[in-house]
């Protein structure tokens, strides 16, 4: 078990230590032992040193893309909000935690907030904002209590609110504790529970960097995002960039779970192949069959596949994305079936039913998949599946709804005897599936049960 940290979380030797390295060392609840191990630095850096034009200059160098799932370009929303003509702007660290399943940014806030806040503090002075919510899942109550605790200490001692560390940068920070929903955790879901309306998508443009929250420009960003800006400013963008791959810099912290022999939170550079991930969680606890990447918007790989790059771009062309950082592993005795479902059926129940084919589309989707289990299909329902599945995703409002049928996508082009064979003849090809009885077995989340001491 790793000191300060939740039971369930738990961090693999190996990789490379980048956000990871201070967790266990660093008193989560106290800003003098961050400090001791150089919280604090970058920020005094940028705000004394540096213009911030700098500092967006410096992210832009590095090449730094956000970890929250969208990969997109942080130097450029960044620069987007600063130059949209404003008396306002807001910054927001999303830590709403909306795949359970991902533990990276939970062992930041718990084990390390000080610098999540820290790169919170560098992203408001670059963007011009003097207002910083840190918006954090009510039930992680553990880090929400250390991020609170760390931003009262921070602003007492002058690292943050009015005139951060006797310069003329304000910047106001307050903690915001919402429900843990899958869609509270997009950004304009977010955004709208921030303003005290329903956690609810809404249709972009405008992009919240230019009207976000209280109309104002607002950057949200991942946690870990945050983290890394953290790094970057105090090592360098040249040092952020020595690792990762050509389009898909730095390091990114990655849950693995499932038939795997030593599940738990890794860092590795981005480029990594699934099959050394694999490898630095100990391997498959059976015959590897496939691993879900990315959570309920990903997509499966088979294990004939497993050399693929674990970056933003490969993994898009595959059919999965790296979303939330978790990787779930199957292996022989999993039905794939089974595992689309259950995915699905994640996606069904959070969705917010702000858009129909959201609404419904998922729901038909999953029936589909519970006839094909029962072997009482409709005999068009493969093709239904892959039709629907595109509908759905052509007609998103939010990501959410764009992504949910990945795991079926994929799975029905990489293991298309498995829905045949539950299909016509009622037989599950992994003996995973017993009978008619829905719902299914959740055998697949295994690892997600607390893990024992490492
Ligand atoms: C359904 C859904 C859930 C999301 N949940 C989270 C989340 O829990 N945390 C997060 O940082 N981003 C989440 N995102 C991504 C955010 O919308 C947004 O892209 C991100 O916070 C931006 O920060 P980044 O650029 O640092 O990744 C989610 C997106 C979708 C579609």
């Not at 999540?116 to 009510?138: C, N």
């Not at 709208?192 to 998508?201: E, F, S």
């Not at 609404?359 to 998949?369: K, Q, S, V």
Request: with cysteine; hydrophobic share 40%.
């Amino acid at each position: 078990m790793t000191a300060g940290l939740s039971p369930q979380i738990r961090i693999l030797s190996g990789g490379e230590r980048r956000l990871l390295t201070d967790i266990g060392r660093v008193d989560p609840t106290s800003l003098s032992s961050a400090r001791q191990h150089g919280s604090y630095a970058a920020l005094e850096r940028a705000v004394t040193k540096l213009a911030p034009e700098e500092v967006i200059g410096e992210i832009e160098a590095a090449g730094l893309r956000g970890r929250g799932g969208s990969g997109f370009p942080t130097g450029e929303k960044w620069r987007a909000a600063r130059e949209q003509p404003a008396e306002r702007r807001i910054v927001v660290a999303n830590l709403m935690g909306a795949d359970p399943s991902a533990l990276g940014d939970r062992a930041l806030a718990e084990g390390h907030p000080h610098l999540v806040l820290e790169g919170l503090l560098i992203t408001a002075y670059a963007v011009g904002a003097s207002e910083a919510i840190v918006a954090v899942r009510r039930d992680w109550t553990e880090a929400a209590e250390r991020l609170r605790s760390a931003a009262a200490e921070a602003t007492d001692a002058h690292l943050a609110g009015y005139l951060v560390l006797g310069t003329d940068t304000s910047v106001q920070v307050s903690v915001w504790e919402g429900s843990g929903a899958y869609v509270a955790g997009e950004e304009t879901a977010l955004i709208n529970a921030l303003a005290g309306d329903r956690g609810m998508p809404a249709i972009r443009p405008p992009f919240p960097s230019t009207r976000g929250l209280h109309d104002v420009p607002t950057v949200v960003q991942n946690a870990e995002t945050l983290a890394h800006v953290a790094w970057i400013v105090a090592h360098s963008a040249d040092a952020f960039a020595s690792t990762g791959t050509e389009g898909s810099h730095g390091t990114k912290l990655v849950t693995l779970m499932g038939r795997v022999a030593q599940p738990g939170l890794i860092e590795v550079p981005l480029g990594t192949s699934l099959l050394d991930l694999l490898d630095m969680a100990g391997g498959g606890t059976g015959t590897t069959k496939a691993l879900f990447v990315g959570g309920p918007g990903g997509g499966a790989i088979d294990a004939g596949s497993l050399n693929l790059p674990y970056d933003y771009e490969s993994l898009e062309s595959a059919g999965a994305i790296i979303g939330s950082g978790s990787v779930l592993v199957t292996d022989t005795s999993t039905c794939m079936v089974d595992t689309a479902r259950f995915f699905v059926d994640f996606s069904a129940r959070e969705a917010c039913g702000k858009a129909v084919p959201c609404r419904i589309g998922t729901l038909r989707l999953r029936e589909a998949l519970d006839r094909i289990l029962a072997a009482t299909p409709r005999p068009n329902d493969i093709a239904l599946l892959r039709e629907l599945s595109r509908k759905v995703s052509d007609t998103a409002l939010c990501k959410l709804e764009r992504l949910a049928s990945g795991p079926i996508l994929t799975t029905l082009d990489r293991f298309p005897e498995e829905y045949r064979a539950h299909a016509e003849r009622g037989e599950c090809l992994a003996g995973a599936c017993r009978g008619t009885d829905l719902p299914p077995l959740l055998e697949p989340l295994d690892g997600l049960a607390p893990a024992s001491d490492a």
